[in-house]
């Protein structure tokens, strides 16, 4: 196993550690497969992903025509009861890089206290969205605590049913809101690695020199992609398969099939797929999961 320590006495499992395990552990001489990776979402892979020329047009005339610095925030202030300034958006390499960012500035190694709040709003993978009256107790509960909430809306406007999408930044002026974001889901550009880290806080609680200082030097860190859907598995169907991780490594030695197992990012006996391949790929690898399940069944 490929696993760091965090120096408490608990082993941490990289997700990118055990994706290369599970390469390592595929010999296509043993089975004459083609490799087929399910184990992480990278759109840009597979050539049946792509954007409209449309979309590229429009940002190559937008950076020539220089006229839109400081756009986001006046595109992310429509929707809030306050106008944000150029200064409260920081651009990311994509959303994960805006997550490393929020919590490295928040939180050190062996903090007992909370110092914040994280929601997923519209949530992944199960597609919950919060109410405005939800949100507005999360942030009153947050400035009871006296801590911030980190708001993750990369799925924000792909909201679907009774509840309406509501930015967490409009509950700024309660407590300090750092909401994160991306092009990527929103405007179907896959690949295009941009994303934002936005201060909403009319108060200006966290325009703290310091703050801004921390804020600013971590936006030179980059952090990878990660987009995976979730399924459950149940190990007592199976037999000699002990667990995730086992599951896993047989299915890339014997199917040379990649999936991620659910330890790696915390959910024992789980495993997540990425759906971010070609039709014809997908059907093959599910069909080899759907063969191998079958030869290890109970």
């Known amino acids: 196993m490929d696993v ?35 184990g992480i979402g990278d759109p840009t892979a597979y050539s049946c992903f792509y954007t409209t020329s449309a979309a590229q047009e429009a940002v190559v005339d937008a950076l020539r025509s220089t006229k839109f610095n400081g756009a986001l925030a006046e595109y992310l202030s429509r929707d809030l009861p306050y106008k944000l300034q150029p200064d409260d958006v920081y651009v ?20 007992s206290n909370t110092v914040a709040m994280v929601i997923i709003n519209p949530g992944n993978p199960c597609g919950n969205v919060y109410t405005y009256r939800h949100l507005n107790e999360i942030a009153e509960t947050a400035k009871r605590l006296g801590i911030v909430v980190i708001a993750d809306e990369v799925y924000g406007h792909l909201a679907f049913g009774a509840n309406p999408f509501v930015p967490m930044g409009v509950f700024g002026s309660v407590s300090p809101v750092i909401t994160l974001g991306s092009m990527s889901k929103r405007w179907l550009v896959p690949g295009w690695r941009l994303g934002w880290l936005v201060t909403n806080d009319p108060d200006g609680s966290l325009k703290s020199p310091k703050f801004v200082e921390r804020l600013k030097k971590y936006c030179d860190i980059c952090g990878g992609p990660a987009t995976f859907i979730q399924v459950k598995l149940n190990v007592s169907l199976l037999k000699d398969i002990t667990d995730d991780i086992d599951f896993c490594f047989k299915l890339a030695k014997e199917e040379s099939v990649i999936i991620l197992p659910g330890l790696a990012v915390g959910l024992k ?30």
């Open 92 to 111: 990311t390499a994509g959303c994960t890089q805006a997550i490393e960012i929020s919590l490295s500035i928040l939180a050190r190694p062996g903090d």
């Open 4 to 38: 760091r320590n965090d120096g408490g006495g608990h082993e941490i499992i990289s997700i990118k550690g055990i994706l290369g395990l599970l390469m390592g552990n595929i010999d296509a001489r043993d089975n004459g497969k083609k490799v087929i990776s399910l």
């Open 269 to 298: 006996n789980w495993i997540r797929i990425t759906f971010a391949v070609e039709p014809s790929s997908l059907e093959e690898a599910l069909e080899r999961v759907k063969s191998f399940c079958q030869r290890h069944s109970c």
